[in-house]
């Protein structure tokens, strides 16, 4: 007998010998596992009470604080002379400043709040404003509160009656510091501890101090005296088993009673001298038995081996039964919060859903990119393997913005795309936009996408091919070899540390613009500010930037760059109602009788202003792939929404594109012949008294029914009613909408007049028909 077949036949009879050692110590390491399981289910409790034990702390100590800097301005304001109350307010004013060295801002508004009512919310600020005029109907002192001036210069708001009866409202704006201080001084014990202005159901956050933490407790602890709030976070535990204590306990005393018991047994009953066998003799005594007929011997710790092994299990089917929100589906695209209603499962199964839809058209490839959300990879990954299981082949964009995976699906000629992107939406949201055979898909056809999966009705073994391609470059130079701007115009881009941070720079100034990038490194936690320009508070940034660097205009990009937002170097916000109206001079310039649409949200003076430039206006649905269908039925030209959306058929290819949008208002305000201003520029565009979109949030699917009965029940007397998208109630002078928003579960509201007096009418009457629906809203005007 050879070697080398002694060696194997030592290899194999040594294995009833590891096996006891390898299952002794597994069963040892996994019974320390369920001890440390164990401790950690057993401390969550008191890990919780220590969390919240510090906010109780805390929010005590921030009462005192409250209360203290209150207490310092109600005595300088009782301190002055009466006679200041029946006098000049600015005199008034300047006695209190000095009374408060430490002020950094006091002034002194009349008892009715005219001079409130009446200001430009943008440049008197909405924050300031709402606390004024909530002052009027407080309980006892109205709240102190917090509000912004600048990046990154938090302050104190204190609002108090003068004079009895009022006769002022004193407004006093001091220090955060000493706020601050308390809150960064707690310990949050181990957890986190947030701070948050407004409702204390409101995610609001100023501040947070401690680790990362568990997801915060939904109702805040407020602080008395104020709009503040302390949350707190019980520490992340790493907790597997099921979160019983007896059970974890079982477990650990198993695993390791069984594993030293294991180890002790082959000590014991498997000496050295047993360890091998002269496999000679065996082969001997095996020939001597078949010559006598005789049963062949064994080797005995193979058949003992053999004997106590387990049955093998069957190899895994498909993948177990995964529970899919149908609520993800909404009327636009899919989307969902990451780890709750959405995840790779979902993910691999949508994909499976897509590809079989696909297969259905006779289509066969796909490009799929995503945007700079932290769970991007995760889900773009589990997409792309549900795409492949469905037969279909992939080509991976990485990460880019939604609007280069729209270009990719005709640059590489697939008419198919999914971008994997939250949108504007918090860090923990993700979702997919998607285009199937040159159409994006909505409403219906999503919840095709829903069915085919809840009925198991998906393609699968196809074995899908994968392939990762650049096309950036390629976006760039389309854009850059067609547009391109007269004269240099300095620009302050902000991404917002969205995925636009990646290209829009890179395309203006590619186009000849002077570009001064603001949080245009991408990163998904968006720590700068919420990426949503159609948010003013999201802007504050952007003017102030614009305003420092002398630069002629700033420019806003959403979380994946579908979305646009301007203001301009005095600090205005030029609404993208009023940029559809420059755009559409412009194309129509070239493209005379073309339709343009524009949706239900936008000023009802962009109808003239089309008309006026030759072209044909058409109000549409909001949403992109609404506007989108409405641009392939009608053969419009351009589109756009009052979100920021803009979609050019003129020159480009008809989807939403932020960054192109961009580069052709640099193209427009650089080409002007007579080399205006970007602010003359837009003066010439007409504008009324407006408001942004105003929101009021609902528990989900409840701002659907809101809707059905407002409809059914609101009466605007002589106002023309256009029911296409919610409600909207048009006058001569000036319009109001209510809508149900198809992506968060809101009502959106915006109102349009020419005067402020037409403003204040129009919303007085959607006020009253909103609360006889619904008595409990809380109306944002």
Not at 9 to 19: G, I, K, N, T, Y
Not at 240 to 247: A, T
Request: with cysteine; glycine share 10%.
């Amino acid at each position: 007998m050879s070697d080398t077949t002694g060696s194997r036949w030592r290899a194999q009879l040594d294995l009833p010998r590891l096996l006891p050692l390898a299952l002794g110590t597994l069963m040892v390491l996994l019974g320390a596992f369920c001890a440390w399981q164990f401790w950690l289910i057993a401390d969550e409790g008191h890990a919780a009470a220590r969390v919240q034990q510090a906010r109780d702390e805390v929010v005590q100590k921030l009462a005192q604080v409250v209360a203290g800097q209150r207490d310092t301005v109600q005595k300088a304001a009782t301190s002055l002379d009466p006679s200041l109350l029946q006098g000049d307010h600015a005199a008034l004013a300047a006695a209190l400043r000095a009374k408060l060295p430490q002020a950094r801002q006091v002034d002194v508004y009349n008892g009715n709040l005219d001079e409130v009512v009446h200001a430009n919310f943008r440049e008197f600020g909405y924050a300031k404003a709402a606390q004024l005029m909530a002052a009027q109907t407080a309980d006892g002192l109205p709240p102190v509160q917090s509000v912004t001036q600048g990046v990154g210069d938090r302050r104190l708001s204190v609002v108090l009656p003068l004079g009895k009866p009022l006769q002022a409202w004193l407004w006093v704006e001091l220090p955060f510091t000493p706020v601050q201080q308390v809150f960064d001084a707690a310990s949050p014990a181990g957890g986190r501890l947030d701070l948050r202005q407004g409702d204390a159901n409101a995610d609001m956050r100023i501040y947070s101090h401690g680790g990362a933490g568990a997801e915060a407790e939904p109702v805040a602890t407020l602080v008395p005296g104020s709009t503040f709030s302390v949350a707190a976070a019980t520490p992340v535990a790493f907790i597997v088993l099921p979160r019983s204590w007896p059970l974890a306990a079982l477990l650990a005393l198993a695993g390791l009673g069984g594993g030293f018991y294991l180890l002790w047994w082959r000590q014991r009953r498997m000496p050295a001298h047993a360890q091998e066998i002269d496999i000679e003799e065996f082969r001997q005594a095996q020939e001597a038995a078949r010559k006598a007929a005789l049963p062949e011997p064994v080797i005995p710790k193979l058949a003992a081996a053999a004997a106590a092994a387990p049955a093998a299990k069957p190899a895994p089917g498909p993948a177990a039964n995964v529970e899919v929100d149908q609520t993800i589906f909404r009327a636009y695209d899919i989307r969902g919060v990451v780890g709750k209603s959405l995840d790779a499962d979902v993910a691999r199964l949508l994909g499976q859903s897509i590809g079989t839809l696909m297969r259905e058209q006779g289509l066969t490839e796909i490009v799929v990119g995503r945007d700079g959300r932290l769970s991007g990879p995760e889900l773009a990954g589990a997409l792309a393997d549900g795409l492949r299981e469905a037969g279909v082949d992939v080509i991976d964009l990485g990460a880019v913005p939604t609007p280069v995976v729209y270009f990719a699906t005709y640059h590489y000629n697939t008419g198919c795309g999914v971008a994997v992107t939250g949108s504007h939406n918090p860090p923990d949201y993700n979702g997919f936009k998607i285009v199937v055979g040159g159409q994006t898909l909505s409403e219906g056809a999503i919840q095709d996408l829903y069915r085919r999966i809840a009925g198991n009705a998906l393609e699968s073994g196809g074995g899908g091919h994968l392939r990762q391609l650049d096309v950036l470059p390629d976006y760039l130079e389309r854009i850059v070899a067609d547009v391109q701007a007269e004269r240099r115009l300095k620009v302050v881009v902000d991404c917002g540390n969205g995925i636009p941070g990646a290209v829009a720079p890179q395309v203006l100034a590619g186009i000849g613009c002077e570009v001064v990038p603001l949080y245009c490194d991408v990163d998904g936690t968006f720590p700068n500010h919420h990426p949503d320009p159609s948010d003013p508070h999201n802007l504050e940034d952007l003017i102030l930037a614009v305003k420092q660097t002398g630069a002629d205009l700033g420019l806003a990009f959403d979380g994946d760059g579908d979305r646009l937002g301007v203001v301009t170097r005095e600090g205005e916000i030029i609404f993208p109602d009023r940029l559809l109206m420059l755009f559409a001079r412009d194309v129509l310039s070239r493209q005379p009788g073309a339709t343009i649409i524009y949706d239900v949200k936008c000023t009802g003076h962009l109808k003239g202003q089309v008309l006026e430039a030759g072209g044909s206006p058409l109000m549409w649905r909001t949403g992109h792939s609404l506007i989108k269908g409405k641009m392939r039925e009608t053969g419009a030209e351009l589109a756009g929404e009052m979100s920021g959306h803009f979609f050019f058929k003129e020159r480009w290819f008809g989807f939403d594109d932020g960054i192109y949008a961009g580069a052709r208002l640099m193209e427009i305000l650089a080409g002007d012949l007579e080399e205006r201003t970007p602010e003359e520029i837009f003066a010439t565009l007409p504008k009324g008294v407006s408001t942004p979109e105003l929101k009021i949030e609902m528990a989900e699917g409840e701002h659907y029914r809101f809707m059905e009965k407002f409809k059914a029940e609101a009466d605007f007397d002589d106002a023309t009613i256009i029911t296409i998208d919610g409600v909207r109630a048009d006058w001569p002078d000036g319009w109001g909408l209510v809508r149900a928003s198809n992506t968060t579960p809101v009502l959106v509201l915006r109102f349009d007049a020419d005067t402020p007096e037409a403003l204040k009418r129009i919303q007085l009457a959607f006020r009253k028909r909103l609360i006889a629906v619904d008595y409990r809203l809380k109306m944002p005007f």
